[in-house]
């Protein structure tokens, strides 16, 4: 596995070579695991890009890993690998808003919302702050204050950033 993420690229091709290979094997995807979750790794970042790919197809795979998820959250810190966790929170939001779907625990969900926060009133790049809007939006549908915080956070930087941001601070604002 380490010798995949490390040959692997950014493109997407490469990436869903990687992400195909861990869902072949619990050894496969736990090292995926072990190399994303590890921020001194070389390839932390590649791993969690991979690691999303799995997220996006295998969400249920993941399952055993969320409270270690939650633990290294807050302590990522490269745009590159903020992105695709963030990317994660969102899906594992949707998932928990589903029937059927994975069943956060009320610390997985608090830990999950807390670093969603945190994501969107911190320096983050775009793409960041629009997964996090989009998974505290669902959120918001279980916890109401959400709403207000994050109708509070859009509404005060909206118009800093980007056209994207500002069209996904707008739906969400008339959504809420």
């Known amino acids: 596995m380490f010798t995949k ?14 992400s195909n290979f861990a869902m072949k094997s619990e050894e496969n995807l736990a090292e995926l695991i072990s190399i994303a979750f590890d921020i001194s790794h070389k390839n932390h970042v590649k791993a969690f890009w991979s690691l999303e790919l799995v997220c996006d ?15 290294i959250l807050p302590k990522l810190k490269e745009d ?39 994501r969107l009133i911190q320096d983050e ?20 204050w959400i709403y207000e915080e994050l109708k509070s956070i859009i509404s ?12 996904c601070a707008r739906n969400i604002l008339k959504k809420i």
């Open 5 to 18: 993420i490390d040959q692997s690229t950014a493109h997407k091709k490469s990436r869903v070579t990687v």
């Open 80 to 118: 590159s690998a903020v992105r695709p966790a963030t990317k994660i929170c969102m899906f594992l939001a949707k998932s928990n808003h589903r029937k059927n779907g994975i069943e956060l625990s009320k610390d997985q969900e608090h830990n999950i919302i807390e670093n969603l926060v945190d």
């Open 156 to 167: 005060q930087d909206a118009f800093e950033h980007s056209a994207a941001y500002q069209a």
């Open 57 to 71: 197809k295998k969400l249920k795979l993941f399952v055993p890993y969320i409270d270690e998820f939650c633990e």
């Open 125 to 144: 790049k775009v793409a960041a702050k629009v997964y996090a809007m989009k998974a505290l939006f669902v959120f918001g549908k279980k916890y109401d």
